[in-house]
Nanobody
Framework: VQLVESGGGLVQPGGSLRLSCAAS????????MNWFRQAPGKAREWVAG????????IYADSVKGRFTISRDNAKNTVYLQMNGLKPEDTAVYLC?????????WGQGTQVTVSS
């Protein structure tokens, strides 16, 4: 099983990034997918989630209206489009695959928002 995040980097406040999480080794379309983030010295924070069939998505209040989660089950990939980035969005972003009590994590990709 692998989850590999990509797309992170350094961006100025107000900028945009699109993160990707490519999955392999399990039936991706059976799993709900989540994005989390973890800033230095802080607890891991849930950011957004999407159902296995992509029919609905939910967001943390801190990112609602700025971030959009989506998935392509044909490509076994989940995305996080991040617009209007703020310095407080700086963190390592990780994807999680979850089905019932089973879950898998990626290693994360660093997002730094700074001028």
């Amino acid at each position: 099983v692998q989850l590999v995040e990509s797309g992170g980097g350094l961006v100025q406040p107000g900028g945009s990034l699109r993160l990707s999480c490519a999955a392999s080794g399990f039936t991706f379309s059976d799993y709900n997918m989540n994005w989390f983030r973890q800033a230095p010295g802080k607890a891991r924070e849930w950011v957004a989630g999407i159902r296995a069939d992509g029919s609905s998505a939910i967001y943390a209040d801190s990112v609602k209206g700025r971030f959009t989660i989506s998935r392509d089950n044909a490509k076994n990939t989940v995305y996080l489009q991040m617009n209007g980035l703020k310095p407080e969005d700086t963190a390592v972003y990780l994807c999680e695959a979850r089905r019932l009590i089973r879950n898998y994590w990626g290693q994360g990709t660093q997002v730094t928002v700074s001028s």
